[in-house]
């Protein structure tokens, strides 16, 4: 009679099977939606392509052009401007309307629909209203200030409205980053700090903020990538002006490809501008891991 036994390696083969059948959706999308788009991307950069015909092969030269290009500077500065606009304050009200709702148990459905129900209107019926409550004459921001004021065609307030406009749309997502991390912290550790004296903000200095801050991090890392990412919006509210003001990276590289019929020069420009958002969320994570031990 055959005894079939199974010893230490043919568990590990299966383990190592089952894995590879787990990932392969995963790997097959990423090879097809990812990865292939952005080596054809890469090898449209490197021609003079149009939209409707492959050009010849230039080499480096889309990309030494951008180097000198100023407009690609100013629309890379104007990205920056709505991130640096956007960042931080999504993740700090983010995190405040988490503590509320974490807080106020009764009326945490209540709190979690209002603060959440923005981020699920589409972008197109985001900016309707954002536009009606900006409007010059008849807006209900100017009319709450008592003031006459063009926000959207303002060269100063232009980029600020948009980004308090995005603020309002998608701070519900960061709410809920941060409320799943606290609803992971043990209310034991609070009982604990309680019996010791600990109370207010000395809970949350101790117990609270060192066990967020890594969703803290990530958190930043993908608000950092969302606002560089920055298109619908100003193309919708302010259409890149006034003047350009709001032009941002990828509103220019859409006007390249599909107004100037550039098409590998707007590669370049997907190229150029996806490295720097790799570089910088990189460097973000990078940073907050560095703080986090320096804390720890």
């Given at each position: 009679m055959l005894d079939f036994q199974t010893g230490p390696g043919t568990a590990r083969r299966g383990e190592g099977l089952s894995a590879a059948l787990l990932l392969a959706p995963f790997v097959l999308a990423f090879v097809l939606f990812f990865l292939l788009p952005a080596l054809a991307t890469f090898h449209m950069s490197l021609t003079e392509s149009s939209l409707t015909?492959?050009?010849?092969?230039?080499g480096i030269d889309n990309y030494l052009a951008l180097a000198e290009d100023p407009s690609f500077w100013a629309a890379l500065g104007n990205t920056f401007y709505f991130a640096l606009l956007t960042v931080l304050p999504l993740a700090a009200l983010g995190l405040l309307m988490a503590l509320l709702v974490h807080r106020f148990t009764r009326a945490a459905g209540w709190l979690?629909?209002?603060?959440?129900?923005?981020?699920?209107?589409?972008?197109?019926?985001?900016?309707?209203?954002?536009?009606?409550?900006?409007?010059?004459?008849?807006?209900?921001?100017?009319?709450?200030?008592?003031?006459?004021?063009?926000?959207?065609?303002?060269?100063?307030?232009?980029?600020?409205?948009?980004?308090?406009?995005?603020?309002?749309?998608?701070?519900?997502?960061?709410?809920?980053?941060?409320?799943?991390?606290?609803?992971?912290?043990?209310?034991e550790l609070y009982e604990a700090a309680a019996l010791d004296g600990a109370r207010g903000f000395a809970?949350?200095?101790?117990?609270?903020?060192?066990?967020?801050?890594?969703?803290?991090?990530?958190?930043?890392?993908?608000?950092?990538?969302?606002?560089?990412?920055?298109?619908?919006?100003?193309?919708?509210?302010?259409?890149?002006?006034p003047f350009n003001t709001t032009r941002v990276t990828l509103h220019y590289m859409v006007e390249t490809a599909f107004t100037q019929s550039d098409a590998g020069y707007a590669a370049a420009i997907a190229m150029a501008f996806m490295a720097i958002v790799a570089a910088l969320s990189l460097a973000q994570a990078g940073l907050m891991r560095w703080l986090g031990r320096r804390q720890a």
């Amino acid at each position: 009679m055959l005894d079939f036994q199974t010893g230490p390696g043919t568990a590990r083969r299966g383990e190592g099977l089952s894995a590879a059948l787990l990932l392969a959706p995963f790997v097959l999308a990423f090879v097809l939606f990812f990865l292939l788009p952005a080596l054809a991307t890469f090898h449209m950069s490197l021609t003079e392509s149009s939209l409707t015909r492959t050009g010849a092969l230039v080499g480096i030269d889309n990309y030494l052009a951008l180097a000198e290009d100023p407009s690609f500077w100013a629309a890379l500065g104007n990205t920056f401007y709505f991130a640096l606009l956007t960042v931080l304050p999504l993740a700090a009200l983010g995190l405040l309307m988490a503590l509320l709702v974490h807080r106020f148990t009764r009326a945490a459905g209540w709190l979690q629909g209002a603060f959440f129900l923005p981020y699920l209107l589409p972008i197109s019926v985001m900016t309707l209203i954002a536009g009606w409550m900006l409007q010059p004459s008849s807006g209900v921001v100017n009319h709450l200030l008592g003031i006459q004021r063009a926000w959207l065609a303002d060269l100063t307030w232009a980029m600020p409205s948009v980004a308090i406009a995005t603020i309002w749309w998608t701070v519900g997502f960061n709410m809920l980053i941060f409320l799943a991390g606290l609803r992971n912290i043990p209310r034991e550790l609070y009982e604990a700090a309680a019996l010791d004296g600990a109370r207010g903000f000395a809970l949350f200095r101790h117990i609270t903020w060192p066990a967020l801050r890594p969703v803290a991090g990530m958190a930043l890392v993908l608000q950092l990538i969302a606002s560089m990412k920055i298109f619908g919006q100003t193309y919708l509210l302010t259409a890149g002006g006034p003047f350009n003001t709001t032009r941002v990276t990828l509103h220019y590289m859409v006007e390249t490809a599909f107004t100037q019929s550039d098409a590998g020069y707007a590669a370049a420009i997907a190229m150029a501008f996806m490295a720097i958002v790799a570089a910088l969320s990189l460097a973000q994570a990078g940073l907050m891991r560095w703080l986090g031990r320096r804390q720890a």
